[in-house]
């Protein structure tokens, strides 16, 4: 995976994590939100990750 497209998952997990932080105050269903956000996102990283290192290995 490329640093840029790390970088991007790393701070968009990271937003979602501070989102959930600041929204514990607020909301219950919010921190759910955001919780299921970061979850996906750091999902979507590891996926795509194997894809690509999946890819490289045979090409």
């Given at each position: ?55 490289k290995?045979?090409?």
């Amino acid at each position: 995976m490329s640093k840029q497209l790390s970088l991007f998952f790393a701070v968009v997990s990271v937003i979602w994590m501070s989102a959930m932080a600041i929204s514990i105050s607020h909301s219950g269903w919010l921190v759910l939100l955001f919780g299921l956000l970061w979850l996906f996102t750091t999902g979507a990283g590891f996926i795509v990750k194997a894809r690509m290192r999946r890819k490289k290995q045979q090409g």
